[in-house]
């Protein structure tokens, strides 16, 4: 991780699970982290990290998205890492007459619309300097597969991590065209990791809780891990894609 050291990086979706493992992990290895969310008080207990800066964003509202990018641009002049981690999941299915439009836009918003956007202002301060940039997405094994509806039914979500699956190959193509080799992105994908998506997804709490305990899952730290091996490959490698799953994962 030497080459990042006193680099600057945006994680979205920082206040919990994920987001917050890989902030605080790259902080820890001297990153300074501006750390992306809308929970002021879990960014507030990030920051208590030196290296840690929070910033309130909404990743839903596009107007939200480019202030704060202008606020890192006058505050900070450029970036080196984008971590595209803010996601949801919403409960029911898509012929669920009950769902509201907002409950499928919404999760379209944040993973993908979000990422697109934070993609391109984040490499508006990316162009600013000639040194190493990294792009990191986090995905889902949903982006390779598709649920039954039985299990824990998830709507547009899969269909999400699908689209941000060739999103992440598109833009390795365009940096491709403009000969940009210095900036690199990957796409990390999990299996069932134990954060707080599931419950915020609606599912009822002792649901949530019996799946992990019966289910085989990874924890945030383990794909924080390999958010900085994947940093810390030198500019010649870039690791396009990377799938991760506990041993004997049966999806």
Request: one cysteine or more; glycine letters at 4%; proline letters at 4%.
């Amino acid at each position: 991780m030497d080459l990042w050291k006193n680099k600057i990086a945006v994680v979205t979706g920082a206040s919990s699970g994920i987001g917050a493992q890989i902030a605080l992990d790259l902080a820890n290895s001297d990153v300074k982290v501006i750390a992306l969310a809308r929970r002021k008080e879990r960014l507030d207990e990030l920051a208590k990290n030196s290296n840690i800066y929070p910033l309130v964003c909404d990743v839903s509202d596009q107007k939200s998205i480019e202030e704060t990018f202008s606020s890192i641009q006058k505050n900070f002049g450029k970036i080196h890492i984008l971590i595209n981690n803010a996601g949801r999941v919403r409960d029911g299915t898509i012929l669920d007459m009950s769902k509201s439009n907002d409950d499928f836009r919404g999760t379209i918003d944040v993973n993908l619309t979000a990422a697109v956007i934070c993609t391109r202002e984040a490499f508006k301060l990316m162009e600013t300097h000639e040194e190493p940039g990294f792009i990191i997405n986090i995905n889902s094994v949903l982006g390779q597969m598709t649920p039954q509806a039985k299990f824990l039914p998830s709507n547009v979500y899969p269909a999400t991590k699908h689209a941000l699956k060739n999103f992440t190959e598109t833009i390795r193509l365009e940096l491709v065209a403009k000969n940009l080799k210095r900036i690199r992105i990957c796409n990390v994908t999990p299996g069932l990791v134990k954060t707080e998506i599931t419950e915020a997804a609606g599912h009822p709490k002792e649901l949530c809780e019996k799946i992990y305990k019966s289910s085989l899952h990874l924890m945030p730290s383990d794909i924080s891990a390999a958010v900085l091996y994947i940093l810390s490959q030198p500019n010649f490698i870039n690791i396009t894609e990377l799938t991760i799953k506990p041993t004997g994962e049966t999806f």
